[in-house]
T-cell receptor, first 115, second 109 residues
């Protein structure tokens, strides 16, 4: 079934740990995105990718990094987690066609808490 | 600057009452706007887009360029409409969306 998967759904971790948030999609989409959302605030785009070996930073500066080695996989890594990284992280994907908007489909999110 | 503003964090109404979720935008070009919804324990999903001019689950939204608004309306709220609603602006480029902070709609029996 075509879907977007994120693991883990919840993560509580100590300061200084390295973490990787997983995102995979079976939608066959080229474009993928990572959003960060603090409680009661806007979703902010932190990374996006047009396809394999293509990654770009979004509007909100983030200390996280991403990679896109396979079309369906777009993991996000924090080398050294800090309490300021506590947030919800949403992964999304979309098709690529022309200049019009292509609907972004969202994963269930990962809620990260750094103690 | 491109911006989406949703002035209400929470909108609380009774079942059967009309609902209007406000959204204002700032955009220099011709805007394309959307409403996304997130029901409890579900993921964020597209509710409607202004170019479709359709009614989804009884909701409609009209783009008012003069007032730079895209308010979401429903004449008679249902309890199952309770959710977080996000207004979003398509900013072109890499399929970029700019989101508002969201409004929580609570419909009481």
């Amino acid at each position: 079934e075509a879907d977007i998967y994120q693991t883990p759904r919840y993560l509580v971790i100590g300061t200084g740990k390295k973490i990787t948030l997983e995102c995979s999609q079976t939608m066959g989409h080229d474009k993928m995105y990572w959003y960060q959302q603090d409680p009661g605030m806007e979703l902010h785009l932190i990374h996006y990718s047009y396809g394999v070996n293509s990654t770009e930073k979004g509007d909100l500066s983030s200390e996280s990094t991403v990679s896109r080695i396979r079309t369906e996989h777009f993991p996000l890594t924090l080398e050294s987690a800090r309490p300021s990284h506590t947030s919800q992280y949403l992964c999304a994907s979309s098709e690529t066609s022309g200049g019009a908007y292509n609907e972004q489909f969202f994963g269930p999110g990962t809620r990260l808490t750094v103690l | 600057a491109q911006r989406v503003t949703q002035p209400e964090k929470l909108l609380s109404v009774f079942k059967g009452a009309p609902v209007e979720l406000k959204c204002n935008y700032s955009y220099s070009g011709s805007p394309e706007l959307f409403w996304y919804v997130q029901y409890s324990r579900q993921r964020l999903q597209l509710l409607l887009r202004h170019i479709s001019r359709e009614s989804i689950k009884g909701f409609t939204a009209d783009l008012n360029k003069g007032e730079t608004s895209f308010h979401l309306k429903k004449p008679f709220a249902q309890e199952e409409d309770s959710a977080m609603y996000y207004c979003a602006l398509f900013s072109g480029g890499y399929n970029k969306l700019i989101f508002g902070a969201g409004t929580r709609l609570a419909v009481h029996p």
